[in-house]
């Protein structure tokens, strides 16, 4: 199956989002990009999502070293022993999002840095589409 690719170079300050992109017309693919680097955006600032049933897929999971838990709880901020928020100090450096040709799931992997580039993280989001067209996470991976 072939995908299609975005590629953006990006600079986060966990408040907002600057987005890179040369000579790119406004599509349904930046839409797309809009949409789903926003949900990601938000988690790692920090904000419990009010819709985190919406966002989130019910069997989602999020998965850090040994760690695997239940994404919606530490997306609504009920998991109290881990969080995905960053600290504000770090930036995203690079994101890569692929969908694949029905646009039905698609991947986001991002890089953050602290402002000196060093310590990298690194995460990976997929997100599919459910029976209602809506896009929902449904696992995340992180070097956290």
Do not use: P
Request: net charge positive.
């Amino acid at each position: 199956m072939s995908t299609k690719s975005c590629f953006l170079v990006f600079l986060i300050t966990l408040g907002s989002i600057g987005v890179c992109v040369s000579q790119v017309k406004k599509s349904t693919a930046d839409d797309l990009i809009d949409q789903l680097v926003g949900v990601t955006q938000r988690i790692l600032a920090g904000g419990n999502l009010d819709r985190s049933d919406t966002l989130v897929a019910s069997g989602a999971r999020v998965v850090s070293g040994s760690l695997n838990t239940n994404l919606r709880e530490v997306v609504a901020g009920r998991n109290t022993s881990f969080s995905l928020a960053e600290d504000t100090s770090r930036q995203g450096i690079d994101i890569r999002l692929k969908s694949n040709d029905n646009d039905d799931a698609a991947f986001l992997l991002l890089t953050t840095a602290t402002r000196q580039k060093r310590d990298l993280r690194y995460h990976t989001v997929v997100f599919m589409r459910d029976y209602a067209g809506q896009w929902r996470i449904e696992s995340w991976h992180t070097s956290h």
